[in-house]
């Protein structure tokens, strides 16, 4: 899709369409009063204060009329320089202007505003020379958004939309939005049965109905065999902790607002975990280690919680409730390349697997001037970045540096994959840390019998199986490779007079064979159950009836073929087997 902020000519052309909307706006509801309206990478928004009246997506068809009627008459847009003084006078009844404009430090500042008949607002601009320029826009929705994105404020109303040069240019655009509607994990998780949530249970916390889980455990069983192989040890830790606890890892000065408050019992404070190191920390605590011990990799798919805002839950990609693929690799510094190479071959392993290949590799360094948010140790983290930097470019790996997105307590290598819809985000990261180590006081007898204090990689693989079921869900359109199937094959009677019981043999024969299969036995015609079995999804639809039962056979069609296959069963079960265990996808 489209990245319409980083094209200069479609930049310009949506900030002044922003500007058109609240025009539109002003006109139609003279009450209104407007915050910010910038340029985002699918078109534009405005976040607008309209007092007790709510916009909802039936009015939009409204504003876009008044927009188009405001763009026809060809006003001109005029650029204003305004010292701070006169842009405070003129916005003296505004008080999200007023808000801006105060913040503008200098009072010999130039402000900027862009007028156009009688709608004028502050903007740096640029922006185009007449609103017949702005010919091919869509609003796209409207939603809530917090005045500066802060909960303590008031809500705004926020409307979305997109503009393009020319209509063929705005047609595609809105067809690929509809091609995102169809990947939007949230709407296969409902057509396919495979997760629920509901506001009496809590938002942001998902239940994975019985597919789902099947999805999940898959994932789970995948990536801790592939650990396994590697030399990891699996634990289980509580889901609480207490804030004592935190406050030893940092987390608690560091993280406090992303964390669920504190549970007062028996005297004591406790927190739902927001992240698994502090318990694998003293999991290792537990005895005395050699260095001949190390490296130790401790594995845990792990429920954790996190205080999302309610405005940012979505499905199951961004949620209060998940669980982590994660593991800590206690290592003696001579170690870190060799793990590091480990870590980054294994989340290469698994984008091989599961054909990921849009994604980009991320050094996320601190801010050396935030003393805040990271662990204020300057050598620390010099050693640290140092250190994997060193280690990426031993290896060879492409990436870009990002200053301010460390960890509070170290550097890290992040993956980010652009999923078939929305935004970049990190799937899979490795951190370098010094720093809990030291704060747990942790050990190690080297070979000279002196105690040393290991290094600690924090590593997720799949990040979160939520958000990595998602991901997958939106690549595949649901589609899902046959081993994550949550049934894989569907067996349809012709007859069931005549090939029930035939039927039924099948299914046995396949259950014994540990291949999740269904059978469609209802009164329906054959041809319905055949279309339900590809609404469902299923890889493998069998249809049986009369030369299947007479010669034991069995008739296929792959997902998304026209064509029926007939071949022994005993063949077919070795066929479905190996294309489990290679992982591949057979459809069309």
């Known amino acids: 899709m489209k990245e319409i902020k980083n094209d200069e000519k479609l930049n310009t052309l949506n900030h002044s369409c922003a500007h058109l909307l609240a025009h539109a706006v002003k ?4 009450d209104a009063k407007f915050w910010v309206g910038p340029v985002i990478e699918e078109g534009f928004y405005y976040d607008i204060d309209l007092g007790d009246i709510t916009i909802t997506e039936d009015d939009l068809a409204k504003i876009e009329k008044e927009m188009k009627k405001i763009s026809k008459s060809n006003k001109l847009i005029k650029r204003m320089e305004l010292s701070k003084e006169e842009a405070l006078d003129m916005f003296k009844n505004d008080e999200y202007k007023l808000d801006l404009i105060s913040r503008m430090d200098e009072n010999d500042t130039i402000i900027s505003a862009y007028k156009q008949d009688d709608f004028i607002d502050l903007c740096r601009g640029p922006h185009v020379s007449s609103t017949k320029e702005i010919k091919y826009f869509k609003l796209l929705k409207v939603s809530g958004a917090y005045w500066k994105n802060d909960a303590k404020n008031k809500m705004l109303q926020r409307i979305y939309g997109v503009c393009f040069e020319n209509e063929n240019d705005l047609n595609e655009y809105l067809q690929e939005l509809e091609d995102a509607k169809l990947r939007d994990h949230r709407k296969i998780g409902k057509d396919m ?5 509901d506001d009496l249970v809590g ?17 789970e069983n995948y990536i801790k065999n592939k650990e396994k192989k590697l030399g990891y040890m699996h634990v289980l830790t509580p889901c609480v902790g207490t804030v004592d606890l935190y406050k030893t890892s940092g987390h608690w000065d560091h993280y406090k607002d992303n964390m669920f408050p504190a549970m007062e019992v028996e005297g004591e404070s406790f927190v739902l975990r927001p992240m698994n190191c502090p318990h694998h920390m003293m999991i290792y605590a537990n ?17 954790d919680f996190r205080f999302e805002a309610s405005g940012a839950v979505k499905g199951i990609e961004r949620v209060r409730h998940f669980c982590q693929n994660d593991a800590h690799l206690f290592v003696t510094p001579e170690q870190i390349k060799d793990e590091f190479k480990r870590v980054v071959d294994l989340i290469f392993d698994v984008y091989k697997d599961f054909g990921i290949k849009n994604y980009r590799c991320v050094l996320s360094l601190r801010d050396k001037n935030d003393k805040v948010k990271y662990y204020d140790d300057d050598e620390m983290w010099d050693k640290a970045e140092n250190e994997l930097r060193e280690v990426l470019n031993e290896l060879g790996i492409e990436y870009t540096e990002e200053i301010g997105e460390a960890a509070f307590y170290g550097p890290k290598l992040d993956v980010n994959v652009k999923p078939a819809i929305g935004n970049e985000y990190t799937l899979s990261t490795c951190q370098l840390d010094f720093c809990l180590p030291m704060k747990f006081d942790l050990k190690y007898v080297d070979s000279n019998g002196e105690k040393k204090t290991p290094v600690v990689l924090h590593r997720a693989i799949l990040g979160s199986l939520d958000r990595f079921m998602a991901f997958i869900l939106e690549e595949t359109k649901g589609n899902l490779p046959l081993w994550l199937s949550p049934t894989q094959i569907n067996i ?3 007859n069931n007079e005549y090939h029930l019981e035939y039927a039924n043999k099948i ?23 055949m279309r339900e079995s590809v609404i469902s999804k299923i890889p493998y639809t069998l249809i049986l009836g009369d030369k299947e ?27 479905i087997k190996k294309e489990i265990e290679s992982k591949e996808r057979k459809d069309n």
């Open 492 to 494: 349809i009677p012709v």
């Open 507 to 529: 299914m046995d024969l396949l259950n014994e064979n540990n291949i999740r299969v269904s059978l469609d036995d209802r009164d329906e015609k054959l041809s319905y159950k």
């Open 287 to 303: 005895k005395l280690h050699s260095y001949k011990d190390l490296p130790i990799r401790i594995g845990e798919v792990a429920h």
């Open 27 to 30: 006109h139609l509801y003279p």
């Open 193 to 197: 049965e495979l997760f629920m949530s």
């Open 549 to 575: 039962r007479d010669t034991d056979t069995i008739s296929y069609r792959l997902r998304g073929s026209n064509e029926t296959t007939n071949i022994n069963i005993n063949e077919f079960i070795d066929l």
């Open 203 to 219: 938002k942001g916390m998902p239940m994975f109905l019985p597919n789902g889980y099947i999805i999940w455990e898959e994932l």
